[in-house]
């Protein structure tokens, strides 16, 4: 594995607080707060959620002690939710059972993704969630995607407001999302082998549409990919994607901040606001022992995600002021359960599928 060390560098990713957009109708600080969210989604794709007058700290560590308990169980114990009981997609994951980029991921979970009608286990990602036996377990993580999910829309508006969305627009994007195809993992982590060829979670992008990690206190483990795009970002290198990334940028480390979660969005933002917000690359270099609880917040499963009239607006706008007479390129629309149901087909080394980690 490359010298993570020299790879990274010390930066600082904007701290938001959602307090805001938690009261109903005007609220001095919400130009503001959606006006940071703006700014951290066009720069970095990542940022930090404040949530101290959202989350009580106690249910987060709660959630972690469950984690710790059920990845302490026998091995025959945690196989009787395994993936291979259910769609592929649903339940627990063996150490190095992940794939990522062609390589083994260091480190077991638990997937649950959002209750469907009729629900088929023959059929990707359309089966039940299997949940652990451990006392409480079921009752305090549905409690958990509850919040997550009023979190998702909360930080859903509020970034409608920073690109400048009318009233009918935020509407018809909140349509887009209030039947959210979410996904929640619960990640445990053993230390990452010096030697190890791989990493304990290798570089991706997030699918969706935004993602709100629960992190545990360890430093350094969280490394998002920074190049510092701008309003308008057209760049052809003719190198691929990944080497691409790895001359024009720098490795950061995103480490867990007290009463905090850490938020990025996903590609569906990307389309949604054609490539004003680029999804960033993150990886996890875990040299700790413990666990991780990603939030997914997605769209809709049979939503249509095209680019967005206001993120437009802000182009055309920005290509006016610089004198740019080429016309944009805009993203080819998608439906999101397609796009989904083809990236989780590569994330196992059974051939079935998964959603990356955090």
Not at 92 to 109: C, I, M, P
Not at 330 to 355: A, C, Q
């Amino acid at each position: 594995m490359e010298d993570v060390k020299q790879a990274t560098r010390l930066a600082a990713l904007p701290v938001i607080s959602v307090e805001p957009f938690l009261h109903p109708g005007s609220h001095p600080g919400k130009l503001s707060t959606a006006a940071a969210l703006h700014a951290a989604c066009s720069q970095y794709g990542f940022f930090y959620l404040d949530l101290t007058s959202y989350v009580d700290p106690s249910e987060a560590e709660e959630l972690t002690r469950l984690a710790r308990e059920f990845f302490a169980l026998p091995q025959e114990e945690k196989d009787k939710i395994s993936l291979s009981r259910e769609d592929g997609a649903r339940g627990y994951a063996r150490l190095k059972e992940n794939v990522t980029n062609g390589k083994a991921d260091n480190h077991e979970g638990i997937d649950f993704y959002r209750p469907v009608d009729n629900p088929d286990r023959t059929k990707p990602v359309w089966g039940e969630n299997q949940w652990p036996a451990v006392p409480g377990f079921k009752e305090k993580y549905e409690a958990w995607v509850e919040k997550m999910q009023k979190l998702g829309m909360i930080v859903m508006e509020a970034m409608a407001t920073g690109l400048g969305m009318s009233p009918d627009e935020w509407a018809q994007l909140r349509n887009k999302v209030d039947e959210s195809f979410w996904v929640m993992r619960v990640i445990g982590y053993p230390p990452l082998p010096n030697d190890y060829d791989g990493f304990s979670c290798g570089a991706h992008k997030d699918y969706g549409c935004l993602t709100f990690l629960y992190a545990d206190p360890t430093p350094g483990a969280l490394q998002v990919y920074i190049n510092q795009p701008g309003l308008v970002v057209e760049t052809d290198s003719g190198l691929p994607a990944e080497r691409a990334v790895e001359e024009e940028g720098c490795w950061i480390n995103a480490d867990p901040i007290p009463g905090s979660v850490v938020c990025n969005i996903g590609e569906m933002w990307e389309v949604w606001t054609n490539g004003l917000y680029k999804s960033t690359l993150h990886r996890v270099v875990h040299k700790g022992s413990n666990y991780r609880i990603p939030f997914f917040f997605e769209p809709n499963f049979h939503a249509r995600i095209e680019p967005l009239p206001a993120a437009l607006r802000l182009q055309e706008e920005d290509r006016r002021v610089r004198g740019i007479d080429k016309p944009v390129k805009i993203y080819t629309p998608l439906v999101y359960g397609d796009f989904l149901l083809k990236k989780v087909g590569s994330n196992f080394d059974t051939g079935k599928g998964r959603y990356d980690a955090d």
